[in-house]
């Protein structure tokens, strides 16, 4: 399961732009509490808050995994989150939940790097994601945070293993998947161009591509290579080059001798 978190500026959400009329409406996150650890609700509140649900930490780490950052939200007497794929806290990176940590990561840091901290809230909620307004030292971000489906397992494991096999990386996934699929396009493209010359009005382009859709590429190019034999028959490609009959020894300047020793000589220069 992954999350898209989508950071925008508090300034262009919302008709009001500080979206407070929508604070008020919006309902709780199960287990939040204002003023959480007894603290006073309004301190570090900004502008647009209604009120305060708890504190927050915003970690940048590095595991094996590589770079990212760790979002934690107080909740409950411990700290829920993320773990987002992102540098820094902009534009629209993905995550994944992180599993509950003790309240210690507030105010302490091990070997992360601390980027920011305050207090945030829930302007809207639900199982799904949800509208979160941070609050820190840094300034004050949205965040609208939405739950994506994954993969199945079986689609993992197929790309993982077809990934072993061509001997590639899975960084390298996307890249590949946008290769093999642009290489189909112009296969599919080209047959189709191919079907329309050879057959007229006869070929149906829809029902062809709807069959070649079962295809892999190679079954694809099998097929191309059917339709590219049909045309060769049909038009004939001209030759690049046509045979000329030498004139025969003794022809002075233009006997085979001279033209050879002529084509020598350029040879050598």
């Not at 901290?117 to 965040?143: D, H, I, M, P």
């Amino acid at each position: 399961m992954f999350w898209r978190i989508v950071v925008v500026d508090p300034a262009d959400a919302g008709e009001n732009g500080s979206g407070t009329d929508r604070v008020a409406r919006a309902p709780r996150a199960p287990g939040l509490k204002n003023g959480a650890r007894g603290e006073d609700p309004a301190a570090g509140r900004c502008d647009g808050m209604a009120g305060v649900d708890g504190r927050f930490v915003l970690h940048r780490h590095c595991d094996a995994q590589g770079p990212h950052l760790d979002l934690r939200l107080e909740q409950d007497g411990h700290l829920v989150g993320w773990r987002i794929d992102a540098a820094a806290l902009s534009g629209a990176p993905w995550a994944t939940a992180k599993a509950p940590h003790p309240l210690q990561w507030l105010d302490q840091d091990g070997d992360a790097v601390r980027e920011d901290a305050g207090v945030y809230q829930w302007l809207e909620y639900s199982a799904g994601g949800g509208v979160l307004l941070l609050a820190g030292n840094a300034g004050t971000k949205r965040l609208h945070v939405s739950r994506e489906q994954g993969l199945p397992a079986r689609y993992v494991r197929s790309i993982c293993e077809a990934l072993a096999e061509c001997g590639a990386g899975t960084d390298q996934a996307g890249r590949l998947i946008l290769d093999g699929m642009a290489a189909r396009r112009r296969a599919v493209a080209r047959l189709c161009g191919l079907g329309r010359e050879l057959d007229g009005d006869a070929f149906d382009e829809a029902v062809c591509r709807r069959a070649l859709s079962g295809l892999s590429l190679d079954e694809v190019h099998g097929q191309l290579r059917a339709y590219e034999v049909r045309f060769d028959r049909k038009y004939p490609p001209r030759a690049v080059s046509r045979a000329e009959r030498l004139p025969e020894e003794g022809g002075g300047e233009g006997s085979a001798q001279v033209r050879a020793a002529q084509a020598f000589s350029i040879v050598r220069e």
